[in-house]
């Protein structure tokens, strides 16, 4: 194997761990247009040394160098806000629901609203940090 391929095959893993199915990038097409796109597919070597990735609205696998995260996008959208007494707390659908079971078991009424454009699910984030900082302790023992 060539160390150009090593590359490659660590490019294309480096993405799938960061980067889950359905995450919002930003695509650079043939004539340099940039367009946003979401990915339908992991990353994988095509033919065994190009990176490609599958993305909504292309035909066929796209090139893997021409995409990119898309800058300033919540990973975990939120789509309520919750507001405690505390004060808003914004989440997911399934984070909403549980906050408001518990708002309910507390005995307080929890009002709910559309979360606003670009707010992140504060319970997923969290949830991803530690599973990330779980698995780099299981790096370094
Ligand atoms: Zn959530």
């Known amino acids: 194997?060539?160390?150009?391929?090593?590359?490659n095959e660590l490019k294309v893993e480096n993405w799938n761990l960061k980067h889950p199915v359905g995450s919002k990038v930003i695509?650079?097409?043939?004539?340099g247009e940039v367009v946003e796109s979401t990915t339908t597919s992991p990353a994988e070597m095509l033919g065994g040394h190009t990176p490609v990735i599958?993305?909504?609205?292309?035909?066929?696998?796209?090139?893997?160098?021409?995409?990119?995260?898309?800058?300033?996008?919540?990973?975990?959208?939120?789509?309520?806000?919750?507001?405690?007494p505390s004060g808003?707390?914004?989440?997911?659908?399934?984070?909403?629901?549980?906050?408001k079971s518990l708002g309910g078991f507390l005995g307080g009424h929890v009002a709910c609203t559309v979360a606003p454009a670009g707010s992140e699910c504060a319970n997923c984030v969290n949830?991803?940090?530690?599973?990330?900082?779980?698995?780099e302790r299981k790096g370094h023992r």
Request: charged share 20%; aromatic share 8%; net charge neutral.
């Open 1 to 7: 194997m060539t160390i150009r391929q090593q590359n």
């Open 27 to 31: 695509v650079t097409k043939d004539g």
């Open 54 to 84: 599958w993305l909504e609205g292309f035909s066929g696998a796209y090139l893997l160098d021409r995409v990119a995260i898309a800058p300033n996008k919540a990973q975990f959208p939120a789509n309520v806000t919750v507001h405690w």
């Open 88 to 99: 808003p707390v914004h989440a997911c659908d399934e984070h909403a629901r549980q906050l």
């Open 127 to 135: 949830e991803a940090k530690s599973a990330t900082s779980n698995q």
